[in-house]
């Protein structure tokens, strides 16, 4: 609803920019439509003459075609429409569109109608409903039962009506009130509409009418010069509600551009947090009083009995005091293995290598998910391509800076990984009977991929150093003249995997089966690499010696199991003895619901195998954080660290534990009293949005729409799964 209220505003902003712009028809079903959206784009401050050139010349320009479209000159095709007025005012009708000559006369379509007086009922006020036949359609009018037919004009409010089949739109407008937007169903061969409904402020109710009497087919034309029963009436008192609204301007812009957005980014302050109980996840484990000083983004102290003057000397900032006695105090939750926060597709499944593609080049930053990670004291995560594939694609690794752009978001340091799979998905397991053409169809066609992957990397390296081996000694005159060895061909898969190869690029593996694990520390052993990560490594119990001598840790899940052939030897244990062998160990989602309480399925490895509490903690803080090489600014609260830090209401291990605040780079992102205050801010901005929408010109001619966002998971194949 932000955008149908912002988009209109858009046009006039990028003229004002003096950006080259053209409008286009993409995603507008009808002409007409689209004309009328161009019309209110001008009405809002885009000039008519920037607005033809956007649909003509510039276009034309676009494509390299000015010499044949975009203008009317001699020699250019005829191509041109023909209207009764300026073509961008609202009253100007277009009657002729001329193809390359050829003449098409535009004809309006007929419009559905329903004519009749019924009894009402709404929210127990018994009320007379009468709708009639217009030249644009059904109109009509109410008025409260038992009123004396002289008096029905003077106390009748507006309606506006809309049938689409059966299914009827009804908007009654009370002027104390507001407007009632009811849909319902008219049963075929029956009197009776009945359907839901929403009051003016957003609470759903359910509505009846009985018809009474018949009207007269066309009744009430002879009326159509005014009155608020009239076609013409009602269109031009929608346009005068319209152009109220209009002249008010839009909300607010926020930042994200969604819901829990905010006028502007939350200030790095300077905090004080006394009195908690201090999980550091550092050498100096758990402070009981203890606190935590911040400033500029970053932890500056941590202790008990702080005094500002010893941590800052002379420069001391002014710093916000938190009492959070009886609280406690962590550092942020960080995720290694999420698929939030990416646009449009998480698998590019077509070959058996993707190692090109990046999921950093599709970061989401208005993804509503990194808002309740944040409410789940989430702050960072290494959002990973699918496992379609024994070699995906790049991962982003990003802070969840709610508000910021995709870039922002991105942890710019950060090492530079890659998404391996192995078992079923990648060897197209449960894809359908049809998928049976793509390499690989088994294990050790997977295997076999590695090797033949690497060993074209390893070759292409070595063409490039023959190439700078040469050039090197070529004499400098002959390069200056263009002359000297020829580059190879550069490849970015390949590129990608040489990295892999020269320990620039680390590997996340999505892993189930003892086997296919030993294979691939096989095969990286051999290829003289280190696996940084096994990810789910849901039998890495079996295999933890092995996975400790090799140098790789272990992100797993705490307890799933059995919903697929592949996992059905997964134990709630594995974590504590993947722990116990000295793996370095993390508990990860892959799951936007679980991910909000990662604080919890920490838990469970002291529950499953009585791992030590902190120990337990550091599953989601500073063991994620050395698996994403992210140790030295996140994980733990240490100074010099990154200010990431969440407040709990309880122990953080407790299911009773409410994360309350969660601070990003020093930034309170996320505040329990906050969201409250947003959730009010947003049904009332919705209320808003909703009867500017209303009083909208055509707002009875829109269908009701509904866009799930995808929840993407590891074998998600479409962009879009729900």
Not at 24 to 33: E, F, I, L, Q, S
Not at 431 to 453: A, K, L, N, S
Not at 693 to 720: S, V, W
């Amino acid at each position: 609803m932000k955008h149908w209220e912002w988009a209109p505003e858009n046009p006039a902003r990028v003229a004002e920019a003096g950006i080259p712009m053209a409008l286009t028809m993409n995603g507008v079903d009808k002409g007409g439509a689209f004309l009328s959206n161009v019309r209110k784009a001008v009405a809002l401050g885009l000039d008519a003459g920037q607005a033809l050139d956007a649909l003509t010349r510039i276009p034309a320009e676009m494509i390299g075609a000015s010499d044949r479209v975009g203008r009317l000159a001699a020699g250019l095709e005829a191509n041109f429409l023909v209207c009764d007025g300026p073509i961008f005012d609202e009253g100007s009708t277009l009657h002729w569109n001329v193809v390359q000559g050829q003449h098409h006369e535009l004809e309006p379509l007929d419009k559905v109608a329903i004519a009749g007086r019924y009894s009402l009922n709404l929210e127990g006020r018994d009320l007379v409903l009468e709708i009639k036949d217009g030249k644009k359609g059904p109109l009509g009018r109410w008025w409260p039962a038992g009123t004396a037919e002289e008096e029905v004009d003077s106390l009748a409010g507006k309606a506006k009506v809309s049938l689409d089949g059966r299914d009827l739109v009804l908007r009654l407008m009370d002027e104390e009130a507001g407007t009632y937007r009811l849909v319902g169903n008219v049963y075929e061969g029956s009197r009776i509409i009945d359907g839901r409904g929403e009051r003016p402020d957003g609470v759903w109710l359910e509505w009846a009418a009985l018809r009474q009497e018949r009207g007269e087919k066309n009744a009430g034309k002879a009326d159509d010069g005014g009155g608020p029963d009239t076609a013409d009436g009602g269109e031009a008192a929608a346009e005068e509600g319209a152009e109220e609204n209009e002249a008010v301007g839009p909300g607010p812009m926020m930042y994200p551009f969604s819901a829990y957005g905010r006028t502007q980014l939350p200030e790095q302050g300077s905090w004080h947090f006394v009195g908690a109980t201090v999980w550091t996840c550092g050498p100096e484990g758990k402070i009981e009083n203890g606190e935590v000083m911040v400033h500029q983004g970053r932890i500056v102290a941590v202790g008990k009995g702080l005094d500002p003057a010893a941590v800052f000397g002379k420069s001391v900032p002014t710093l916000t005091r938190i009492d959070a006695s009886g609280k406690h105090l962590t550092p942020g939750i960080l995720d290694e293995h999420t698929h939030i926060a990416a646009s449009r597709g998480i698998n590019e499944g077509t070959q058996a290598s993707s190692a090109e593609v990046s999921i950093g080049t599709v970061v989401n930053s208005e993804d509503v998910n990194l808002y309740r990670h944040l409410a789940g004291g989430v702050t960072a995560g290494q959002i990973l391509h699918g496992s379609a594939n024994p070699i995906g694609g790049q991962s982003g690794i990003i802070k969840f800076r709610w508000g910021m752009a995709p870039e922002e978001m991105k942890i710019a340091d950060a090492d530079p990984f890659i998404k391996f799979a192995l078992g079923e998905n990648v060897k197209q397991s449960n894809w359908g009977d049809r998928q049976t053409v793509r390499f690989p169809q088994t294990r050790m066609g997977v295997e076999q991929v590695y090797y033949d992957h690497f060993h074209r990397a390893r070759e292409y390296g070595q063409e490039w150093d023959r190439y700078a081996a040469e050039r090197k000694a070529t004499p400098r005159r002959t390069l200056r003249k263009g002359g000297g060895p020829k580059a190879p061909r550069r490849d970015l898969e390949l590129e990608t995997l040489l990295q892999i190869l020269n320990s620039e690029r680390f590997v996340t593996c999505h892993s189930y089966r003892q086997d296919e694990i030993n294979m691939l520390m096989h095969v990286a052993d051999s290829m003289g690499f280190t696996l940084n990560t096994f990810t789910h490594i849901l039998e890495g119990y079996k295999v933890a010696d092995k996975m400790a001598e090799h140098g790789a840790g272990g992100s797993s899940f705490s307890d799933w199991w059995a919903y697929k052939f592949e996992v059905k030897d997964a134990i709630p244990y594995n974590g504590a003895l993947l722990w116990e062998q000295g793996v370095v160990t993390a508990f990860n989602s892959d799951d936007r619901e679980m991910a909000r309480r990662l604080n919890q399925e920490a838990a469970k490895a002291v529950k499953y195998g009585g791992v030590p509490e902190e120990e337990a903690l550091k599953f989601v803080t500073l063991n994620p954080a050395k698996l994403l090489h992210l140790d030295h600014r996140m994980g733990s609260l240490e100074a010099g660290k990154d200010a990431d830090l969440v407040v709990w209401s309880d122990h953080p291990l407790s299911v009773y534990a409410q994360c309350e605040q969660t601070f990003v780079d020093g930034r309170r992102l996320f505040d329990l009293g906050e969201d409250q205050a947003m959730r009010d801010a947003i049904r009332t901005e919705r209320a808003r949005l909703i009867q500017k929408m209303l009083d909208a010109p055509g707002a009875d001619k829109r269908k009701p729409m509904e866009r799930i966002p995808a929840h993407y998971h590891c074998d998600t194949m479409t962009e879009e799964n729900q």
